[in-house]
């Protein structure tokens, strides 16, 4: 969960930076849903009001909800 400021402009579910240097922001997000989905999960953002959630979800291999 982080906050912002004004508008949150999502592109391709992702949010898309308003900073002038465009160039040299954005690579964590991208670096984290890369690995999300190597390992078989999903990275999902959502905006409400003035702040934005990233979810992390990746699959336990092997083992089943119920055991932990």
Do not use: W
Not at 48 to 64: C, R, T, V
Request: net charge positive; hydrophobic share 30%.
């Amino acid at each position: 969960e982080n906050c912002f400021d004004g508008k949150l402009k999502m592109e391709n579910g992702m949010p898309v930076t308003l900073k002038e240097d465009r160039g040299y922001h954005g690579f964590g997000m991208k670096s984290m849903q890369r690995v999300a989905e190597k390992y078989g999960g999903e990275m999902n953002v959502t905006a409400n009001g003035n702040k934005f959630n990233l979810d992390i979800l990746i699959p336990l291999k092997g083992k089943n909800v119920a055991d932990n």
